[in-house]
C-alpha cells in the first residue's frame, strides 16, 4: 500500500540545498532555545534494530525539548521481530510483517524513525535500501532514516558543525579519508558525507587505500552530480599527502571494500596493509589549518590519534551535540510539511 503525499526524510538528496540550509538555520536559533512546545501532543516511534548511544538519545531528548512524546523499540529484543521481504513465508525469527508494524505505529505515532545497518551478505539487495524503503511504503505518517545505508541525520550535524567552524564553505577543501579498523564497516557515514559535502558547492576528496575501497556507483555519481549543480568538485585520491595538503576539513570513516562484501576474511587480506591511514599530528600539519570531525564512535590510536581527538581542532564532540540540534529541526520542518 503506497501513500502518496508523504514527505520522508530518508536521503538528503529528496531535499534541495536551500531546504537544507533552512533546517541548518532552525538548528541554530534551537540551540540558543532548546526547549519549546512546538511538537506538543505529537509523537514519533523510534525503531532500533542495530546499537545507538548519539541517535537514540538525541532523538529522546530532542522531542522531549521539544514537548513531544518518543517510544523506543528494539525489534527482537523488547519487540517482536519485524519481516521486511515482500511476499515471505515467514517461519523464521520474525514474529510480524512491517506491514502490520508500519500499520499499527501509524495509527498510533504522528512519524516512524528506523535505524538498520544493512546485512553484510548481498550488496547489490542492500544498496537498494529495501528495509526503510518497506517501511516507507507502508507507513501512513512520515519516515526518517536514522541510519541505513545512508546517515541523513550525520549530514545535518556535520554542516551545521562546518558552518560554526569554519563559515561559509562552498569550495572548501573537504577530504573525506578511510581509516584503519579491525573489520569492514557500514558504507553509510562515508556515502553520506560525500553527499553533503558537494550539495553543498565543498571542493571533496575521498581519500582511500586503492580502488577498492571506492564507494558505490549511486553515490559516487551522485556526488559529481552535486558538485556540477553548486559549484564544488569531487575526486578520488589514494596519495595521502597530497590529499591532505591544503585542506580545511579532514573528515574520517572507515568502511568496507564493496569487492569483498560479505567476505570479511577475503576483505582482511587488503585490510590488513593499511593502519597508516590513521589521523595523526603529522597528518594534520599538512592541511590548512583544518578541522578535523568523525561521527563517532571512535577507536582511538586505531582511527585518530590521541593527539588528534584532544586538539582544539577536533569537532567531533561538538558534531555529536549538534545531532540534536539538527535533528529537532529536521523534525519540525517534516511536521510541517506534512
Known amino acids: 500500500m503506497e501513500h502518496a503525499k508523504i514527505k520522508h526524510f530518508i536521503n538528503t538528496q529528496d531535499w534541495s540545498q536551500q531546504e537544507l540550509k533552512d533546517m541548518l538555520v532552525l538548528a541554530g536559533e534551537l540551540k540558543k532555545k532548546p526547549w519549546q512546545n512546538s511538537l506538543q501532543g505529537k509523537s514519533i516511534a523510534l525503531l532500533f534494530l542495530n546499537p545507538s548511544m548519539r541517535t537514540r538519545t538525541s532523538f ?7 514537548g513531544g512524546v ?4 528494539q525489534p527482537g529484543k523488547d519487540a517482536w521481530g519485524i519481516e521486511f521481504n515482500p511476499g515471505a513465508v515467514m517461519d523464521g525469527d520474525a514474529e510480524e510483517h512491517i506491514a502490520e ?6 495509527r498510533y505515532c504522528d512519524m516512524i524513525g528506523l535505524r538498520c545497518f ?6 547489490d539487495t542492500d544498496r537498494n535500501d529495501p528495509v526503510i524503503k518497506a517501511l516507507a511504503q507502508y507507513s501512513s505518517v512520515p519516515v526518517v532514516n536514522m541510519e541505513t545505508i545512508v546517515h541523513p541525520c550525520q549530514e545535518l550535524a556535520l554542516m551545521q558543525t562546518l558552518y560554526e567552524r569554519i563559515g561559509e564553505v562552498q569550495n572548501k577543501k573537504f577530504v573525506l579519508t578511510w581509516t584503519w579498523h579491525p573489520r569492514p564497516l557500514n558504507t553509510a557515514v562515508a556515502n553520506s558525507a560525500a553527499l553533503i559535502a558537494t550539495k553543498f558547492g565543498m571542493d571533496v576528496t575521498l581519500l582511500c587505500p586503492e580502488p577498492a575501497y571506492i564507494l558505490d556507483s549511486q553515490f559516487m555519481d551522485e556526488a559529481e552530480k552535486n558538485a556540477l549543480e553548486h559549484g564544488g568538485s569531487f575526486q578520488v585520491s589514494h596519495n595521502i599527502e597530497s590529499a591532505y595538503v591544503g585542506a580545511d576539513v579532514v573528515y ?5 571494500a564493496l569487492p569483498y ?7 582482511w587480506e587488503l585490510r590488513k596493509n593499511y593502519r597508516h591511514f ?14 578535523f570531525s568523525h561521527c563517532l564512535p571512535l577507536r582511538r590510536n586505531i582511527k585518530a590519534t590521541d593527539a588528534v581527538m584532544d586538539a582544539p581542532y577536533c569537532a567531533a564532540i561538538d558534531e555529536a551535540e549538534n545531532r540534536l540540534h539538527a535533528q ?9 510539511q506534512n
Open 101 to 106: 508494524v508500519a500499520g499499527v505505529l501509524s
Open 118 to 123: 544493512p546485512e553484510f551478505k548481498d550488496w
Open 328 to 336: 529537532k529541526a529536521m523534525l519540525l520542518t517534516l511536521f510541517k
Open 278 to 291: 590513521i589521523v595523526n599530528e603529522e597528518k594534520m600539519a599538512l592541511t590548512n589549518n583544518a578541522i
Open 252 to 256: 574520517a570513516k572507515s568502511w568496507g
Open 261 to 267: 562484501y560479505g567476505k570479511p576474511e577475503d576483505e
Open 60 to 66: 529522546e531528548l530532542g522531542m522531549q525539548q521539544l
Open 70 to 73: 518518543a517510544i523506543v523499540l
